[in-house]
């Protein structure tokens, strides 16, 4: 439908009201991002952005029959590594909600009420595999994928460190000090092993 160039209406006049609406507030290159988000990472939020930054409106529930359409911005991609849940069922399975989040925290938003998106989901798992992803089926373990092998890069550097400072320890005969020859061969051994 993108390469086609998406037609968002079958009715001509209609259609060209809509497609200005839709230039307008950059709604074909956010879907294009939101399916891209939904294809690699699992899916994404559209923030619909009435340009109020204020903490009250964004924690409450968006009424759209009641929202100001004039103070309307546009749609705002968000990925999901900038999204968190922050009120969430996750007791009771028999409620509707469950593993879904009421309340989101935004990265630069703050705390924003779940009404206030357009939710793409592509890759959602498994209701007993939800706690282990991201709620959009990204699994938690990516996001520490790099902590771990920052993890494996330190140990690996602290066995290198202790190993250039180590000491060998011989035990010898005493018989190697007591003339001169010997102990200059014992000399010349130790130091032939200190080199490997």
Request: aromatic share 10%; hydrophobic share 40%.
């Amino acid at each position: 439908v993108f390469s086609k160039g998406g037609k968002l209406s079958v009715d001509e006049e209609k259609g060209k009201e809509i497609d200005n609406l839709a230039n307008k507030y950059n709604l074909m290159p956010t879907i294009k991002n939101a399916v891209r988000s939904s294809f690699v990472a699992g899916g994404c939020l559209i923030y619909l952005d009435f340009g109020d930054k204020d903490p009250d409106f964004l924690e409450e529930p968006l009424i759209l029959s009641k929202a100001n359409y004039k103070r309307f911005k546009g749609f705002r991609h968000i990925d999901p590594i900038n999204c968190a849940a922050v009120e969430v069922n996750t007791i009771d399975p028999t409620k509707g909600d469950y593993m879904e989040p009421s309340k989101w925290y935004i990265v630069g938003l703050g705390v924003v009420h779940a009404s206030h998106f357009l939710k793409f989901e592509e890759n959602i798992p498994e209701l007993v595999m939800r706690p282990l992803c991201m709620y959009f089926g990204m699994p938690l373990t990516q996001l520490i994928k790099q902590d771990v092998a920052n993890s494996n890069l330190i140990t690996q550097g602290v066995a290198n460190i202790v190993n250039k400072a180590r000491m060998t320890f011989l035990s010898s005969p005493e018989v190697n000090y007591w003339t001169s020859d010997t102990a200059a061969d014992f000399r010349d051994r130790l130091e032939a092993v200190s080199y490997n």
